[in-house]
Nanobody
Framework: VQLQASGGGLVQAGESLRLSCVLS????????MGWFRQAPGKKRDFVAG?????????????EYADSVTGRFTVFRDSAKNTVYLQMNSLKPEDTADYYC??????????????????WGQGTLVTVSS
């Protein structure tokens, strides 16, 4: 499995960006997917996650970090084998390298980096004030 992330760029505060993560070598619906971000000098943090399809209804379909709830939306397009992160009302503190990841063998959203098997390369998001 390989993940290819794209869509980063330089935007002004209040603007929007959509990140894409294409999964190859597998089916995106067969993995719990996550987006993480890492600012310079800081650890990699959970941003948003998407549960694997076909799991129990006890699992939330999506989960978000408190700092992005209400502004970011994670969703998948199975036909394109792609997971997206729609980011609205961007703030300077959202500036970071963003990474997508796939977790094998679980259904629910995973918030820990250790839970993920496959990682894409980072895509840089820079938000100016």
């Amino acid at each position: 499995v390989q993940l290819q992330a794209s869509g980063g760029g330089l935007v002004q505060a209040g603007e929007s960006l959509r990140l894409s993560c294409v999964l190859s070598g597998g089916t995106v619906s067969g993995y719990a997917m996550g987006w993480f971000r890492q600012a310079p000098g800081k650890k990699r943090d959970f941003v948003a996650g998407l549960a694997r399809e076909g799991g129990s209804t006890k699992y939330a379909d999506t989960e978000y970090a408190d700092s992005v709830t209400g502004r970011f939306t994670v969703f998948r397009d199975s036909a394109k084998n792609t997971v997206y992160l729609q980011m609205n009302s961007l703030k300077p503190e959202d500036t970071a390298d963003y990474y997508c990841a796939a977790s094998n063998g679980v259904f629910g959203v995973q918030r820990l980096t250790l839970s993920y098997t496959f990682w894409g390369q980072g895509t840089l998001v820079t938000v100016s004030s």
